[in-house]
T-cell receptor
Framework: NAGVTQTPKFQVLKTGQSMTLQCAQDMNHNSMYWYRQDPGMGLRLIYYSASEGTTDKGEVPNGYNVSRLNKREFSLRLESAAPSQTSVYFC????????????FGPGTRLTVL | QKEVEQDPGPLSVPEGAIVSLNCTYSNSAFQYFMWYRQYSRKGPELLMYTYSSGNKEDGRFTAQVDKSSKYISLFIRDSQPSDSATYLCAMRDAGNMLTFGGGTRLMVKP
């Protein structure tokens, strides 16, 4: 039982490049989330998926797109990376009934040059 | 002004000390309050959850909520070096999105 896994762990991009961050959970959770964490800013919600087939914007969605591929997988895409997107990205999941106990992945450290 | 304010620290204490971590918030609609612990280069993990005002105790940890003052606290008794981490408060209203504080970095020195 791996919980929430994220790939890659580290990534360096040049401005304008695109990439997709992958997230998968094996806990049969309904809801999944993407956050970014910047120094002093805490975790800010980018997008979330309350259930398979649905996605909604969070606090900071601009510059990102998401896909809930199936119940297990929720990907985050940067179409044209900008230096302001340099951050640590965390994926999380919850059973759906209780959104407060969020299970986080180990994070992806992204640097955009 | 952020909805949730948290002193970033770092807070350095000797082993065995009582630690007090705090958050203030401005949104009176928040009614669910959590503390997450995040070790270096790891994802956060839920430590404590409270729904109402008052105290909740779990081992060495006590979470306190004062809705009238819009103030929440986490107390750690008999702090250990293994408690060294960043502590994030989080809260939400009746919706399903959490709002996190910026985190307080705690260092417990042996």
């Amino acid at each position: 039982n791996a919980g929430v896994t994220q790939t890659p762990k580290f990534q360096v991009l040049k401005t304008g490049q695109s990439m997709t961050l992958q997230c998968a959970q094996d806990m049969n959770h309904n809801s999944m989330y993407w956050y970014r964490q910047d120094p002093g800013m805490g975790l800010r919600l980018i997008y979330y998926s309350a259930s398979e087939g649905t996605t909604d914007k969070g606090e900071v969605p601009n510059g990102y797109n998401v896909s809930r591929l199936n119940k297990r997988e929720f990907s985050l895409r940067l179409e044209s990376a900008a230096p302001s997107q340099t951050s640590v990205y965390f994926c999380a999941s919850t059973p759906g009934q209780n959104t407060d106990t969020q299970y986080f992945g180990p994070g992806t450290r992204l640097t955009v040059l | 002004q952020k909805e949730v304010e948290q002193d970033p620290g770092p807070l350095s204490v000797p082993e065995g000390a009582i630690v007090s971590l705090n958050c203030t918030y401005s949104n009176s609609a928040f009614q669910y309050f959590m503390w997450y612990r995040q070790y270096s280069r790891k994802g956060p993990e839920l430590l404590m959850y409270t729904y109402s005002s008052g105290n909740k105790e779990d081992g060495r940890f006590t979470a306190q909520v004062d809705k009238s003052s819009k103030y929440i606290s986490l107390f750690i008794r008999d702090s250990q070096p293994s408690d060294s981490a960043t502590y994030l408060c989080a809260m939400r209203d009746a919706g399903n999105m959490l709002t996190f504080g910026g985190g307080t970095r705690l260092m417990v020195k042996p």
